[in-house]
Every structure is written in structure tokens, then in C-alpha cells.
């Protein structure tokens, strides 16, 4: 029978626990090494599947036609939303961007440009509204 001294089955906070530190080290480690799978698994699905920006005002015109059938009048007379979910490349803007400006000035350049193709795509205005920094991101609201 193994026995392992008492202390191991403490947490940081002294609160005793039913594994010891090192099977709690190792399975945190396990964890974390999944999730870094996924999240590399998610960027190489995403990357596959993205398409040039350029397509982003044709790709929601598609999406608008696909979900009235028919009409195209449907989703504005019957004030329908829905949400489309894209992956864009982005790298031959940044590239043209990031020359003359700063990362904050490119970043709201680029909502800027994602928004007029959006705005080609569905036939409505976005009027800049805020924009909250966080440590990682950067959100613009429209």
C-alpha cells in the first residue's frame, strides 16, 4: 500500500483535498495541454476555411438570398436577424495598413473596411458608435 505524507494533500489556501499536489500538477498540465490542442486545432480550421476579405459583401448577399428563399425583400419586411460567422484574410490590408499607422489606427481601419463590405452585402448603413480596448482586443461597435 503507498502512502504519501499528509501535507501533499493541501492546496495553496491550506484546504485539504482528495489528490496530492502531484497528480493535481499533472492533471492541470494535462488539461492545459488539451486546450492548446483545440485552440491550435480551431486556428488550422478557421485558416482553412477563411476567404479574402475582398468576398466578405458577397458571401452575406448570399447568406441574405439563402435564408428568404425567394423574396429578397423577406428578412426586411419580416425583421429577421441572423448571424454570420466568417473567417477572413486580412494579411494584404494589414500589410498596406500597418506601413503609415499605428496598431490602433489599423485596427479601426480595418473595422472600417470589413463594415463598408458589409454594408455592400446587406444594403444597410453602420454608423461608428465606440470602441472598448481590452489587454488582447480591441472591439468596435457600430
Known sequence: MLSKEIYKFFDDNNEIRATCKDCRKRTKFSKWQKCEQNVAETLTTHKENAIPYQQLSDIIYEHLLTANGTEEDFLKNNNIQFTIEQTLLLNSLIENLSTTFNKEVVYQ????????????????????????????????FY
Open 109 to 140: 481601419k480595418l473595422a472600417n473596411n470589413i463594415i463598408t463590405l458589409a454594408s455592400k452585402g446587406d444594403g444597410y448603413q453602420y454608423i461608428y458608435h465606440s470602441k472598448v480596448i481590452q489587454k488582447k482586443s480591441i472591439a468596435f
